[in-house]
């Protein structure tokens, strides 16, 4: 299926906000200066994308200068449609001409009752016949500090089996479980009682053999440390994994490890929940990134582009876990009304056009592409992902060589790559060990013409900052 390519409106347009906006390169340095004197330093995409948007449709932002660039960022994988699409756009009008009250806490709600029914539509049956839903706070990380309590709680357990690289968010609990290890040293508390497990990362693998040997060990690692009577760990309530890991830099676990870690995981009677924020919703070729390997797990966490571009976050779970107390997870706003409405809407929208499987296909041939830059470029030293989740790894080609094959990585170009990119009026962010990942999280809109632009971009940036590197 090809998705046919969306223009912006003409500028000339009446009753949009931003047209009374100077269109001016002044104007933009002006809002950019005053945002850094203004907001706090823990600001990140401001940070690597000095522009202004004003006005937005499909993968493309166009700035308050005027200029156009392609999106792969996509709010950090939210946008499963990118910018304003019209089946985004007519749930909200419809909502808010309906009369519908807009923020009313956990009460049922027509909306809601409607989101949970396209929602579990999506889930695989095994799991949705047997599913609960909590609705978080409006963020990924109060999923996961949900989805973390509620094991606790049926378990009677504390501890956490975690994975080297992961990212599950930035409030206690979840901050604990992420791999991160700058964001974590200046508020380490709570990290103590969660056990670090071997990701499988083919490229760098940390038991420096590579492959499916490096996933294989990287299972009997875990089965035997849990089974070691003197290894340290006492029973956790819970183990957490991203089926593919994207802050991570978009390192996709094995199938057959995921079985083997839900495996682990049942036979000793320790919850399993599989973090699906950034994996939902399609991103990885599947509606949801478990169907891949076909593990059924004891808990979901859900956010991003389940609200269909505004904030919503829930927990969907085993019923034999719901233990809870009236009130034992709450938050004000948990009654999204617009976000259910818009979520729902999208949620069907990729059900029914298929995007799950459009974005396996271009996935494949954008990877494919890459992998051939790849053999061009030896500044290129992993190509890896899953669908839409795309990572490209930059390393130092004249580098030593480990074990795996893999040479050290180069985040000084990989931070030139971005700002050529933006020149050449492409979005691209980092992530991975040391950010020197560049990830590719375009819209599952995408078209063959967008990904064909993206990747001519990329590949001329690419260029032009491996050549200023060797001139400094």
């Known amino acids: 299926m090809t998705v046919p390519s969306v223009a912006l409106p003409a500028n000339g347009r009446t009753a949009d906000p931003a047209d009374a906006l100077p269109r001016t390169s002044a104007t933009a340095d002006a809002i950019l200066r005053r945002q850094r004197a203004r907001e706090s330093s823990a600001r990140t995409y401001a940070r690597s994308f000095p522009i202004v948007p004003v006005r937005a449709k499909g993968m493309t932002i166009e700035g308050s200068d005027g200029r156009r660039y392609l999106d792969c960022l996509s709010g950090a994988g939210t946008l499963a449609l990118g910018h304003n699409h019209p089946v985004v756009l007519e749930a909200v009008r419809r909502t808010m001409d309906s009369g519908a009250p807009l923020h009313v806490l956990d009460l049922a709600t027509p909306e809601k009752d409607d989101f949970t029914d396209a929602l579990f539509a999506t889930l695989p049956t095994a799991f949705a016949d047997r599913a609960r839903i909590h609705f978080c706070g409006p963020a990924g990380t109060d999923a996961v500090e949900a989805a973390l309590k509620l094991m606790r709680t049926a378990t009677g357990r504390r501890g956490t089996l975690a994975f080297t690289g992961a990212y599950h968010g930035m409030t206690a609990g979840a901050l604990a479980a992420t791999g991160n290890v700058a964001v974590k040293e200046p508020v380490a508390d709570g990290a103590s009682e969660v056990t670090r497990l071997p990701y499988p990362y083919p490229y760098r693998c940390p038991f420096g053999v590579g492959g499916e040997r490096g996933a294989e060990l990287s299972a009997t690692y875990t089965e035997r440390l849990l089974d070691d009577p003197s290894g340290g760990v006492v029973r956790p309530a819970a183990m957490i994994l991203e089926a593919v890991q994207g802050e991570g830099g978009a390192v996709p676990a094995p199938d057959g490890w995921l079985r083997e870690m839900r495996r682990i995981t049942s036979e000793r009677d320790i919850p399993l929940i599989v973090d699906e924020v950034q994996t939902?919703?399609?991103?990885?070729?599947?509606?949801?990134a478990v169907e891949h390997s076909?593990?059924?797990?004891?808990?979901?966490?859900?956010?991003?582009?389940?609200?269909?571009?505004l904030p919503l976050a829930v927990i969907v779970y085993d019923q034999d876990y719901d233990g809870w107390l009236p009130g034992a997870h709450t938050g004000t706003f948990r009654g999204n009304t617009l976000a259910m409405a818009t979520g729902a809407a999208t949620l069907r929208h990729v059900a029914r056009e298929g995007l799950a499987g459009r974005a396996a296909e271009v996935g494949a041939r954008m990877t494919a592409r890459l992998e051939a830059l790849r053999r061009e470029l030896p500044v290129i030293g992993d190509v890896r992902g899953r669908g839409l989740m795309i990572g490209v790894e930059l390393v130092d080609a004249e580098g030593p060589v480990d074990s795996c094959g893999a040479r050290p990585v180069a985040p000084e170009l990989a931070d030139r790559v971005r700002s050529a990119a933006l020149d050449r009026g492409l979005i691209v962010e980092l992530g991975g060990r040391f950010d020197a990942t560049l990830r590719l999280l375009p819209p599952l809109t995408i078209t063959d013409e967008q990904a064909e632009a993206v990747?001519?971009?990329?590949?001329?940036?690419?260029?032009?900052?491996?050549?200023a590197g060797r001139n400094v």
């Open 455 to 467: 990747l001519d971009r990329l590949a001329d940036a690419i260029t032009e900052a491996s050549k």
């Open 280 to 288: 939902g919703v399609g991103r990885t070729g599947a509606f949801w």
């Open 294 to 309: 076909g593990i059924v797990p004891d808990a979901m966490v859900m956010s991003k582009a389940i609200g269909g571009s």
